[in-house]
C-alpha cells in the first residue's frame, strides 16, 4: 500500500539551515552567489566526485555550438583554456562542441575524467575526457568521440569504471547500452552493444517517453514519464560480446508506479525517490528485489528537479509555473519531516524557474546549485544548505 505524506512538521529547518543566517530575505531564500554564464543557454551541470570543480554545458549562437565550461566551486573562478566564442570571462573554457545538438543533461565518470553529454537534436551521445594538469585544475577537454544512439537522448548514467553508459532515448521508447574502449588512458571508441525497448508491446504502444536513469548494482531504473511508472533493467553489467552474440541479454524487467509524469530520480540505498512534474509530488519506491511503490509525499508546484545527499536528505526544486511561485524543498529520507523555502532570483524582480539541481560539498555542509531557467546562464548557489544528518 502506498503511504501518503500531506503535512509536515517544520522541525527538519532545524537540521537542515546551517548558516542560513541573512540569506532568507523577505520573500525567499536568496542565493548567496552566482555563476555567470555569459548569458548563454545552461544545457546541463554536474560536479567532480570532491565537488572542487563544476562542469557544464552551454549552448551559444545561430548553430548553438556547446562549449563545456569548468568552475572552481569555492571561487567561482573559470578554469580551462582561451576558447574563441566561449561565453564566461576570458574565454576561458574546456572545449567547444560544434553544431545544434542541444543536450539535456550531462554527467561525468571520475575513474576516467570522462564527460558524457546526450545531443538531443542529433541523436549522438559525445564522450570527452578532461584533462587537469599537477595541481588537479582541469586545463581542456579532449575532442569528443561520437557514437549513433536512438531519438532523443535525454539523459545518461555511467558505470563506476567509465566503461559503459546508458542513454535515455525520449522520442525512440529506448535505451542505448554504450560500451566505451580506452587506448592510453583516453577514450578510443563507443559501440552501441543493445537497444532496450520499453514498449512492452509493438502492437498496443504506451509511448513511455523515459526522461531520467540511475544505476544501481546489477540494475538500471528508467523513469518512464507517459507511463507513470520507473521500471528496472535487468543485467546491465553483462559480457559485452555475449550481448552482441544474443548469449546473454539486458532487458526490461519489473516496473512501479509513481505520481503523475515524473521526471527526475535520485536514490539513497535502497531507495529511489520520483519527482512527478504534474502530481506536485515526490513518490518513494523500494527497489529491492524490484521496483514497488512506498509512500508519495506533496511538495511544491510542478516540481523539476531532485538529488539527493546520499545520506538522508533529499532535495527537490519547484518550478512554480502553474501557481505558488519557484520553491524548493527538503525532505528527510523516510519522508517524516520537510520543509519548502521559496527561492529568490539572484537579482530581485528577475523571473526564476529553478530546474536540474546538484548538492555540492562546501565544507562540513553542502551547497545547493540550482539552475534558472527563467534567466539565460545563471547558476545560483545557496551556500551551507544541507547539514547533518538528524539524530
Given at each position: 500500500m502506498v503511504r501518503k505524506y500531506r503535512f509536515f512538521s517544520a522541525a527538519a529547518g532545524l537540521f537542515v539551515l546551517l548558516s542560513m543566517t541573512g540569506s532568507a530575505g523577505p520573500l525567499g531564500l536568496r542565493p548567496s552567489a552566482t555563476l555567470d554564464l555569459g548569458g548563454s543557454k545552461v544545457n546541463g551541470f554536474t560536479s567532480t566526485a570532491d565537488g572542487q570543480y563544476?562542469?557544464?554545458?552551454?549552448?551559444?549562437?545561430?548553430?548553438?555550438?556547446?562549449?563545456?565550461?569548468?568552475?572552481?566551486?569555492?571561487?567561482?573562478?573559470?578554469?580551462?583554456?582561451?576558447?574563441?566564442?566561449?561565453?564566461?570571462?576570458?574565454?576561458?573554457?574546456?572545449?567547444?562542441?560544434?553544431?545544434?545538438?542541444?543536450?539535456?543533461?550531462?554527467?561525468?565518470?571520475?575513474?576516467?575524467?570522462?564527460?558524457?553529454?546526450?545531443?538531443?537534436?542529433?541523436?549522438?551521445?559525445?564522450?570527452?575526457?578532461?584533462?587537469?594538469?599537477?595541481?588537479?585544475?582541469?586545463?581542456?577537454?579532449?575532442?569528443?568521440?561520437?557514437?549513433?544512439?536512438?531519438?532523443?537522448?535525454?539523459?545518461?548514467?555511467?558505470?563506476?569504471?567509465?566503461?559503459?553508459?546508458?542513454?535515455?532515448?525520449?522520442?525512440?521508447?529506448?535505451?542505448?547500452?554504450?560500451?566505451?574502449?580506452?587506448?592510453?588512458?583516453?577514450?578510443?571508441?563507443?559501440?552501441?552493444?543493445?537497444?532496450?525497448?520499453?514498449?512492452?508491446?509493438?502492437?498496443?504502444?504506451?509511448?513511455?517517453?523515459?526522461?531520467?536513469?540511475?544505476?544501481?548494482?546489477?540494475?538500471?531504473?528508467?523513469?518512464?514519464?507517459?507511463?507513470?511508472?520507473?521500471?528496472?533493467?535487468?543485467?546491465?553489467?553483462?559480457?559485452?560480446?555475449?550481448?552482441?552474440?544474443?548469449?546473454?541479454?539486458?532487458?526490461?524487467?519489473?516496473?512501479?508506479?509513481?505520481?503523475?509524469?515524473?521526471?527526475?530520480?535520485?536514490?539513497?540505498?535502497?531507495?529511489?525517490?520520483?519527482?512527478?512534474?504534474?502530481?506536485d509530488s515526490v513518490s518513494q519506491l523500494s527497489v529491492d528485489p524490484q521496483p514497488t511503490s512506498v509512500a508519495e509525499v506533496e511538495v511544491g508546484d510542478a516540481p523539476r528537479g531532485i538529488t539527493t545527499d546520499n545520506k538522508c536528505w533529499v532535495v527537490v526544486t519547484n518550478t512554480g509555473v502553474d501557481r505558488g511561485g519557484a520553491s524548493v524543498t527538503l525532505l528527510s529520507k523516510d519522508l517524516k519531516w520537510s520543509l519548502t523555502l521559496p527561492l529568490d532570483a539572484a537579482i530581485p524582480g528577475d523571473p526564476i524557474v529553478p530546474t536540474q539541481v546538484q548538492l555540492i560539498p562546501q565544507g562540513d555542509a553542502m551547497a545547493l546549485w540550482v539552475l534558472n531557467m527563467g534567466a539565460r546562464g545563471e547558476l545560483n548557489v545557496y551556500s551551507q544548505l544541507i547539514g547533518a544528518c538528524p539524530p
Open positions: 563544476v562542469l557544464v554545458a552551454v549552448s551559444v549562437g545561430r548553430e548553438s555550438s556547446v562549449f563545456l565550461v569548468a568552475a572552481d566551486s569555492n571561487t567561482l573562478g573559470f578554469a580551462g583554456k582561451k576558447v574563441r566564442g566561449c561565453p564566461v570571462a576570458g574565454e576561458i573554457c574546456l572545449a567547444q562542441i560544434r553544431g545544434n545538438i542541444n543536450p539535456q543533461d550531462i554527467a561525468y565518470n571520475e575513474a576516467k575524467k570522462v564527460l558524457f553529454i546526450p545531443g538531443f537534436d542529433d541523436d549522438t551521445l559525445y564522450i570527452s575526457q578532461v584533462i587537469f594538469n599537477k595541481d588537479g585544475k582541469p586545463t581542456e577537454a579532449k575532442a569528443p568521440k561520437k557514437v549513433a544512439v536512438g531519438q532523443g537522448p535525454r539523459a545518461v548514467a555511467v558505470n563506476a569504471d567509465g566503461t559503459r553508459a546508458f542513454i535515455v532515448n525520449e522520442r525512440a521508447h529506448t535505451v542505448s547500452v554504450v560500451d566505451i574502449s580506452y587506448k592510453n588512458g583516453a577514450p578510443d571508441k563507443g559501440e552501441v552493444i543493445a537497444t532496450v525497448k520499453l514498449d512492452p508491446s509493438e502492437e498496443n504502444p504506451t509511448y513511455p517517453s523515459p526522461a531520467d536513469i540511475m544505476l544501481k548494482g546489477d540494475k538500471a531504473y528508467v523513469v518512464n514519464t507517459d507511463t507513470w511508472q520507473v521500471c528496472e533493467i535487468k543485467n546491465i553489467n553483462a559480457d559485452g560480446e555475449k550481448v552482441k552474440k544474443g548469449e546473454e541479454k539486458i532487458e526490461v524487467g519489473a516496473c512501479g508506479g509513481t505520481g503523475a509524469y515524473p521526471r527526475a530520480i535520485a536514490m539513497i540505498g535502497d531507495i529511489a525517490y520520483v519527482v512527478n512534474s504534474t502530481g
